[in-house]
């Protein structure tokens, strides 16, 4: 969507003065910090996946537009105080070329222990996976249900699970009374385990599997001028069955921008961190901003 000068300024606008955390009130949620984050680079913008080490202290990021990044989060009283970027380039097709038109539309990221990298897209609907960040892709199956998936609006979010199954859904589910369907990759083939209950307006934009093994699940509703409402959600998932649902972050409109990727780790001190980052569309008059949440005992 592309906003007009006079939007885009009153967005702006509203986005100072929504600096700082605001949860609901209640949530389990604490802020910690956001940090703005920069790199004079044309391939700088749009960060739709990321995962963070158990440590807190390294990240790998994708933009919407084919690209991976890795760096080092700097950090002074162990809230983000900078970023040490490591590499920066353009994700391959299986032909080991550069993504192109249709094929550059990136959106969920997922690391396994072993380095093997997933990502999903939403253009042409599908999941690839990696060696590593400059390795050619290589192609999952795609079920039937991949093909008829809305443009612009399906696989948003990627996860994997303890046992290493890979779980992605989409963002949008087509209806405000019908649920998000969650797609399960293992042992070769994809099936519909369960599926997400929708919970008002707002969309899947990111998951990731925490540290309790919990599901967790970042959504997003835009507002227009107004900007954007954050929501994480978390789930038990017990073999095809999802439950023990808990709303563990809800903001007020504008509080963050974009945030569509999410990574869930633990602390020194014990603590389950939420570490976010955002999609700047980019927009001049948005930001590529980390932001962290600590869950309350």
């Known amino acids: 969507m592309r906003a007009s000068p006079i939007r885009a300024l009153i967005w702006a606008a509203l986005l100072v003065l929504a600096q700082g955390g605001s949860a609901r009130p209640g949530a389990p949620a604490e802020y910690l910090g956001s940090y703005v984050w920069s790199e004079r680079t044309p391939l700088f913008g749009g960060f739709s996946g990321l995962e963070v080490s158990a440590d807190g202290t390294e990240f790998t990021a994708i933009t919407d537009k084919g690209s991976i990044a890795t760096g080092r989060l700097d950090r002074e009283n162990s809230a983000i105080s900078g970023v040490t970027l490591r590499s920066f380039g353009r994700l391959r097709n299986p032909q080991g070329k550069q993504l192109a038109g249709r094929e550059i539309d990136s959106e969920g990221l997922a690391i396994r222990a072993d380095g093997r990298i997933y990502v999903s897209f939403e253009a042409i609907h599908r999941v690839w996976t990696y060696r590593d960040p ?55 083939k994809w099936t519909r385990p369960f599926d997400i209950p929708r919970r008002g307006e707002f969309l899947i934009v990111g998951a990731d599997f925490g540290p ?25 998932i017990s073999g095809n069955q999802i439950g023990q649902e808990r709303t563990l972050l809800e903001t007020a409109t504008g509080t963050h921008d974009n945030l569509e990727g999410l990574a869930v780790w633990r602390d020194s001190a014990g603590a389950i961190r939420l570490t976010m980052i955002s999609d700047d569309n980019f927009r001049v008059f948005q930001r590529t901003e980390f932001v962290e949440y600590r869950l309350r005992p």
Do not use: C
């Not at 779980?167 to 969650?182: C, D, I, K, Q």
């Not at 309790?212 to 900007?227: A, M, N, P, Q, S």
């Open 134 to 188: 400059s390795s050619e892709a290589a192609w999952l199956p795609r079920p039937r249900e991949f093909y008829g998936m809305q443009k612009n609006s399906s696989l948003e979010a990627l996860a994997i699970g303890p046992d290493d199954a890979l779980y992605t859904m989409p963002e949008r589910s087509g209806n405000l009374a019908r649920p998000f369907p969650v797609f399960r990759y293992q042992d070769g």
């Open 212 to 236: 309790d093994g919990r599901f967790y699940v970042l959504e997003r509703h835009f507002k227009g001028i107004l900007g954007f409402r954050t929501r994480v959600r978390s789930f038990r």
